[in-house]
Nanobody, 125 residues
C-alpha cells in the first residue's frame, strides 16, 4: 500500500523557517515526480514545488527564492525547506507523487495519484 506521510509543520513567526518532510512507503519512488502543494482556508489547492522524475525541480513564483525542495531517494523522502515565511504561507501542505506525469502537468493537482494527509503550517505573530 502506497503511503505518503508529511511532518514538520507548526506555528512560527514571520521571517522564521521550517522544514517539512514527506516519507514515502509501499514502493520505491525512484523516478517518480514528487511535489508539494498547499491549501489555505477558503482557497483552492495550489502548486508549491515539484521534482520531476528525480531531475529538475520547479517552484511556484510565490515561493521561488525562499523555498527549497530536496530529495533523498535512498530514504524515499522529500523535503521542503521554507525560509522567510510570511502569513501568506499559512496553509495545509500536502505531498504528492505520480509515476506517469508529464512535465507540462506538474503544477496541476489533478495529475497526481498519491497524496499525503497534509501538515499544517501557520505563520503568525
Amino acid at each position: 500500500q502506497v503511503q505518503l506521510v508529511e511532518s514538520g509543520g507548526g506555528l512560527v513567526q514571520p521571517g522564521d523557517s521550517l522544514r517539512l518532510s514527506c516519507s514515502a512507503s509501499g514502493r520505491s519512488f525512484r523516478g517518480y515526480t514528487m511535489a508539494w502543494f498547499r491549501q489555505a482556508p477558503g482557497k483552492e489547492r495550489e502548486f508549491v514545488s515539484a521534482n520531476f522524475r528525480s531531475t529538475n525541480t520547479y517552484y511556484a513564483d510565490a515561493v521561488k527564492g525562499r523555498f527549497t525542495m530536496s530529495r533523498d531517494s535512498a530514504k524515499n523522502t522529500v523535503y521542503l525547506q521554507m525560509n522567510s515565511l510570511t502569513p501568506e504561507d499559512t496553509a495545509v501542505y500536502y505531498c504528492a507523487a505520480d509515476s506517469r506525469i508529464i512535465l507540462s502537468s506538474i503544477r496541476m493537482s489533478s495529475s497526481y495519484d498519491f497524496w499525503g494527509q497534509g501538515t499544517q503550517v501557520t505563520v503568525s505573530s
